[in-house]
């Protein structure tokens, strides 16, 4: 893995690397067996009690179920020092889990993107913070 050292998320609770993998902070609820994601979107099934909801990690990998290729830059409040367009979104379907995630492709040649290929969660630098920090935020990549 990456050296993920001074590195520090966006925002908080949505992207982990605490187990040596980088992994999405996910929600399930055991009341209707549903994970969501970001875990604060409490309102993820109508008329749903939401009891015993427990955080979960998912997975490191998944499958593109789909993707877009962008032109233009993330419009705000997205902020980056990078150049990164053009660039992918793609949406990532964790399969056990039944939840679909979207998030940026990066470190992956957009032409090689294909349906049900694997992909694998990592995070995308934005900027140095006053601490000298690199703040990221979750992505996904192909699996080399
Ligand atoms: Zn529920």
Known sequence: MENMQNK???????????TGEIRL??????????????KEHYQHRPGCSR???EDVLLPAKGK?????????????PFK?????????????EFEEENIQVTGIITDTDLKSL???????????????????????TWAFRAVQ
């Open 80 to 92: 980056t020092e990078k150049k990164i367009t053009p660039y992918g979104i793609g949406l990532i």
């Open 114 to 136: 294909e349906i049900g290929m694997e992909m694998e969660t990592t995070t995308l630098s934005m900027y140095t913070n006053e601490e000298k920090q690199d703040v990221v």
């Open 51 to 53: 009891e015993r909801v």
């Open 25 to 38: 902070l996910s929600a399930k609820c055991n009341s209707c067996n549903t994970y969501f994601f970001p």
């Open 64 to 76: 593109l179920a789909s993707y877009t290729i962008q032109y233009y830059p993330c419009p705000p």
């Open 8 to 18: 520090v998320a966006r925002v908080p609770n949505l992207v982990d690397w605490s």
